[in-house]
Antibody
Framework: EVQVVETGGGLVQPGGSLRLSCEAS????????MHWVRQAPGKGLVWLSR????????SYADSVRGRFTISRDNAKNTVYLQMNSLGVEDTALYYC???????????WGQGTLVTVSS | QSALTQPASVSGSPGQSITISCTGT?????????VSWYQQHPGEAPKLLIY???KRPSGVSTRFSGSKSGNTASLTISGLQAEDEADYYC??????????FGTGTKVTVL
């Protein structure tokens, strides 16, 4: 069974940084693309970033390019999202999701909450 | 990377069929047969319903079906049930290795 667990959320001041982690299991981690998606309170889903199975290819939404960095450690079955220069607009539940069953975004974790506030 | 446009809400009675539209542009929905649909109940993570426009993963009810015409993709729920009350999102590949979600649709079962 595919499992995805995000950690690392919390309260951070505007301008601060935070690193989210996402540990996955139940599939051959190193062969699948991984994504980060966020959802502000009461709002819709927003795609943020993805990384290839080997980690050599990454892409970002315009809203986070240059501030967020996605990476992965296949030895630990973990993908990361380094978030810098955070603003109040970055307050959201951050989901990690994996490619699978033919779909680019298949299985999702339960999310980790990031609150940016002074 | 503007969000795909979905109706804010759609409602129907049990047993009826409803259709949710997802309108993009020739740069995303219109250019690729890579639209996915997700169901999200309150307080839960999204769940994949449809991928590549019309394919259903194993375990997803046949009451859910997808299609596309031009720049608009659609999700149809047949035989509406109380458990279908949820938020629904479309998602499309948008080129340059990026993706874009729809604005989301709240489905209410009357």
């Amino acid at each position: 069974e595919v499992q995805v667990v995000e950690t690392g959320g919390g309260l951070v001041q505007p301008g601060g940084s935070l690193r989210l982690s996402c540990e996955a299991s139940g599939f051959t981690f190193s062969t699948f693309w991984m994504h980060w998606v966020r959802q502000a309170p009461g709002k819709g889903l927003v795609w943020l970033s993805r990384i290839s199975g080997g980690g050599s290819t990454t892409s970002y939404a315009d809203s986070v390019r240059g501030r967020f960095t996605i990476s992965r450690d296949n030895a630990k079955n973990t993908v990361y999202l380094q978030m810098n220069s955070l603003g109040v607009e970055d307050t959201a539940l951050y989901y990690c999701a994996t490619e699978g069953r033919g779909a680019p975004i298949d299985s999702w974790g339960q999310g980790t909450l990031v609150t940016v506030s002074s | 990377q503007s969000a795909l446009t979905q109706p804010a809400s759609v409602s129907g009675s049990p047993g009826q069929s409803i259709t949710i539209s997802c309108t993009g542009t020739s740069s995303d929905v219109g250019s690729y047969n890579l639209v996915s649909w997700y169901q999200q109940h309150p307080g839960e993570a999204p769940k994949l319903l449809i991928y590549e426009g019309s394919k259903r993963p194993s375990g997803v009810s046949t009451r859910f079906s997808g299609s596309k015409s031009g720049n608009t993709a659609s999700l149809t729920i047949s035989g509406l049930q109380a458990e279908d009350e949820a938020d629904y999102y479309c998602c499309s590949f948008a080129g340059s290795s990026s993706y874009v979600f729809g604005t989301g649709t709240k489905v209410t079962v009357l």
